[in-house]
């Protein structure tokens, strides 16, 4: 079954360094996401992708990057972790078109140290 | 700017009684809206949405949705509660602007407990 997988599921590091998490769907979607969740703010917006090499700044992307060389992977770079960076990121996709539904991953928990 | 408000962080209701989950929404244009739940340490389920036509939208696990449009609400129902209903659920909403706005704005969620 076609679905949308997060690595890893929780990962320690310590402040400063570079951090990468990693989505895979194997749907064919157009359009990715990536969010974090806190407590109290919902789900906010990091980056996103319309496709291929396509990557835009969402509404909390400061400190984050990402990258997107093939339709079936958006990889999330924290590139120097700050402990304001310890939250739930969550990895979504939908086919492409206002009306799609977004599909979630499964999540990763980071915690910086 | 699209923006969506849960104006409950906690509901809680008895097992057997209706339970509705409330969510009003701001766009400049018309919306798409759509409901999530998240059962603890998973991700996002899809619920439901509403894109356009009739205002009542049925979904998964029995809830439904109502649109109005005069009130900019789309409140989450469900006519019998369960106990594994008890989760947190998710209020979210896109502005339909034409080709290449795909960005949904969540509510802060409401946390939905059922008590035996």
């Known amino acids: 079954d076609a679905e949308i997988t997060q690595s890893p599921r929780h990962k320690i590091t310590e402040t400063g360094r570079q951090v990468t998490l990693a989505c895979h769907q194997t749907?064919?979607?157009?359009?990715m996401f990536w969010y974090r969740q806190d407590l109290g703010h919902g789900l906010r917006l990091i980056h996103y992708?319309?496709?291929?090499?396509?990557?835009n700044k969402g509404e909390v992307s400061d400190g984050y990057s990402v990258s997107r060389s093939n339709t079936e992977d958006l990889p999330l770079t924290l590139e120097s972790a700050a402990s304001s960076q310890t939250s739930v990121y969550f990895c979504?996709?939908?086919?492409?078109?206002?009306?799609?539904?977004?599909?979630f991953g499964p999540g990763t928990r980071l915690t910086v140290l | 700017a699209q923006s969506v408000a849960q104006p409950e962080d906690q509901v809680n209701v008895a097992e057997g009684n209706p339970l509705t989950v409330k969510c009003t929404y701001s766009?400049?244009?018309?919306?798409?809206l759509f409901w999530y739940v998240q059962y603890p340490n998973r991700g996002l389920q899809f619920l439901l949405k509403y894109i356009t036509g009739d205002n009542l939208v049925k979904g998964s696990y029995g809830f439904e949705a109502e649109f109005n449009k005069s009130q900019t609400s789309f409140h989450l129902k469900k006519p019998s509660a369960l106990v594994s209903d008890s989760a947190l659920y998710f209020c979210?909403?896109?502005?339909?602007?034409?080709?290449?706005?795909?960005?949904?704005?969540f509510g802060k969620g409401t946390k939905l407990s059922v008590i035996p």
């Open positions: 992708s319309y496709g291929v090499h396509d990557t």
């Open positions: 749907w064919n979607h157009n359009n």
């Open positions: 979504a996709s939908s086919v492409s078109g206002g009306a799609d539904t977004q599909y």
């Open positions: 766009v400049s244009g018309n919306p798409y």
């Open positions: 979210a909403v896109r502005e339909f602007s034409g080709a290449g706005s795909y960005q949904l704005t």
